[in-house]
């Protein structure tokens, strides 16, 4: 089961509004067609769309096909150009879309990949989250609260993208021959290697 149940929905996290719109892999993004209802008092609906109909075509031209990628055994990305490049190509169009939307939005900041959950974070969070700031927000916006923010997954925070891609695709590299490593040594079995690739592409957990 993949953790798609979770995508196309808001979330209150505290001094943040998370919308979760799924996976970086193919067919599997859920961009909400309406301004989430918690929103809906400070970002006007005509500007949610125009940032959705910018979003939408930019990522899935960029989506990564989950079967060839999860079925490569070398466990170098660096070698296979096709991974580390959608990647970092779906992330820049996440980065250049919101920028390019920020001053329409009230209180969007970017974006989060979230790979996995902690007991104080429900699985809710799990896949790439459009980030709205809350004190960015015209006073009286529904949502707003004076609770702390809740602590919150682990999770990759992509600036720039023109700055970033050659980051993102060198940490990408690091982290899959790290646990090619662990594979090679019996430390971890081939199952546990093939999710936690899937997890550092940020394609969905099944």
């Known amino acids: 089961m993949t953790h798609m149940q979770y995508a196309g929905h808001a979330y209150d996290k505290g001094e943040q509004i998370w919308i979760n719109i799924g996976w970086n892999s193919t067919g599997n993004q859920r961009i909400p ?61 996440m980065t250049q879309a919101t920028e390019r939307h920020k001053a329409n939005l009230p209180g969007l900041v970017g974006w989060k990949l979230v790979h996995r959950a902690r007991k104080e974070d429900p699985n ?3 896949g790439y989250n459009i980030i709205f700031l809350k004190s960015g927000m015209p006073q009286g916006s529904r949502g707003m609260s004076s609770m702390p923010a809740m602590p919150v997954v682990v999770a990759r925070v992509v600036g720039d993208a023109p ?16 646990i090619n490593s662990l594979l090679e040594r019996g430390l971890i079995t081939q199952e546990e290697f093939t999710k936690k690739k899937a997890l550092i592409l940020g394609l969905p957990a099944t």
């Open 163 to 178: 700055a970033q891609e050659q980051m993102v695709r060198t940490t990408t590299t690091q982290q899959i021959e790290e």
């Open 33 to 93: 067609g309406e301004v989430p209802s918690i929103l809906a008092d400070s970002v006007e609906d005509v500007r949610w769309k125009a940032f959705v109909s910018d979003l939408r075509p930019s990522l899935a031209a960029n989506t990564i096909s989950v079967p060839g990628c999860l079925q490569c055994p070398c466990g170098f990305c660096i070698l296979c150009p096709y991974a580390c490049a959608k990647k970092a190509a779906f992330d820049a169009a």
């Open 124 to 126: 809710a969070s799990m």
